[in-house]
T-cell receptor, first 112, second 115 residues
Framework: RKEVEQDPGPFNVPEGATVAFNCTYS??????FFWYRQDCRKEPKLLMS???SGNEDGRFTAQLNRASQYISLLIRDSKLSDSATYLC?????????????FGKGTSLLVTP | GAGVSQSPSNKVTEKGKDVELRCDPI?????LYWYRQSLGQGLEFLIY????????KSGLPSDRFSAERTGGSVSTLTIQRTQQEDSAVYLC?????????????FGPGTRLTVL
């Protein structure tokens, strides 16, 4: 079983829509969680960290449910520029080394 | 300021040849990571460095892969006797230190094609 699993999509949504992505992880001892964004043929860039209490950054809201080992990302009022692949990323714990575990990503296409 | 840079941006090589990929991390970043991304796959961790030391090499796919870092800065990833399955984008990242809360900043990657 892959450590980080995401629905690959693609999610095709109209501008202004609200869209949510989900991610599950298998290592219950995982310590830190992130969403990265990757544009086509570009490098991944950090979108936001995910905290247990949930956190919001503008139109983006991230939630973590440790009991269910589940992470979500909500995008409100989608923009054309939000079109990208969203990577769910888990940092296992320092005893496992410092590599990030990446999901395969969820593809989002926002259409006019 | 300058981000992570990698060279070459593209490399086409013949099966069996050796290739060397270079990464220049952000100045002052002590931690450096190598990943690869194959078509349709997620990022796969290869190796990380703290300073010039690589404590865990278990992520390297085979003994044809090696990496080094000198002067706590530039790192090279070497693939010997390349195979077609080595074709991928090789991404380097750096962070200020080894801590789970540190953002990893990625370079643009080297796209390797093995014919």
């Amino acid at each position: 079983r892959k450590e980080v699993e995401q629905d690959p999509g693609p999610f095709n949504v109209p501008e202004g829509a609200t869209v949510a992505f989900n991610c599950t992880y298998s290592n219950s001892a995982s310590q830190s969680f992130f969403w990265y964004r990757q544009d086509c043929r570009k490098e991944p860039k950090l979108l936001m960290s995910v905290y247990s209490s949930g956190n919001e950054d503008g139109r983006f809201t991230a939630q973590l449910n440790r009991a269910s080992q589940y992470i979500s990302l909500l995008i409100r009022d989608s923009k054309l520029s939000d079109s990208a692949t969203y990577l769910c990323v888990v940092f296992p714990n320092s005893n496992s080394g410092y590599a990030l575990n990446f999901g395969k990503g969820t593809s989002l296409l926002v259409t006019p | 300021g300058a981000g992570v840079s990698q060279s070459p941006s593209n490399k086409v090589t013949e099966k069996g040849k050796d290739v060397e990929l270079r990464c220049d991390p952000i100045s002052g970043h002590t931690a450096l990571y190598w990943y690869r991304q194959s078509l349709g796959q997620g990022l796969e961790f290869l190796i990380y460095f703290q300073g010039n030391s690589a404590p865990d090499k278990s992520g390297l796919p085979s003994d044809r892969f090696s990496a080094e870092r000198t002067g706590g800065s530039v790192s090279t990833l070497t693939i010997q006797r390349t195979q077609q399955e080595d074709s991928a984008v090789y991404l380097c990242a750096s962070s200020p230190g080894l801590a789970e809360y540190n953002e990893q900043f990625f370079g643009p990657g080297t796209r390797l094609t093995v014919l």
